[in-house]
């Protein structure tokens, strides 16, 4: 199951996204962006995440509890573990069904993934 979060700025997304997260089988990524790669190639998708990884990389994205002060390597380790995932899984064009497996088994591991992202 995915699960987006996606809203305008001061209505209740990141309280959402907290509380989503508090739950042992939920992990939702923030602001990771990947469900806009819907309907992309994977060479296509692959350089959009690498493009975003490359521009956000000193800002205060978070996984979980945060990306704050030395997780970025983390980060980085997760971007190139779903990359990876959605090159074993992607036939042709990139679907949700798609992210959302390359997720699932993308650190941290978890039975239902999403992404909070004011990019939707």
């Not at 959302?100 to 978890?110: E, K």
């Amino acid at each position: 199951m995915g699960l987006i979060i996606g809203g305008h700025m001061r209505s209740g997304t990141t309280l959402q996204w907290e509380r989503c997260n508090s739950h042992p089988d939920i992990i939702v990524i923030l602001k990771f962006g990947c469900y806009i790669g819907t309907g992309k190639s994977y060479l296509k998708h692959s350089l959009e995440m690498l493009r975003r990884y490359w521009e956000i990389r000193n800002d205060d994205f978070l996984i979980g509890g945060g990306l704050r002060s030395g997780r970025l390597l983390e980060y980085c380790r997760f971007v190139m573990q779903y990359l990876l995932e959605v090159g074993k899984l992607h036939v042709g064009q990139i679907q949700g069904s798609d992210i959302q497996r390359a997720l699932r088994q993308s650190p941290p591991v978890s039975r239902i993934v999403g992404d909070k992202s004011p990019y939707f």
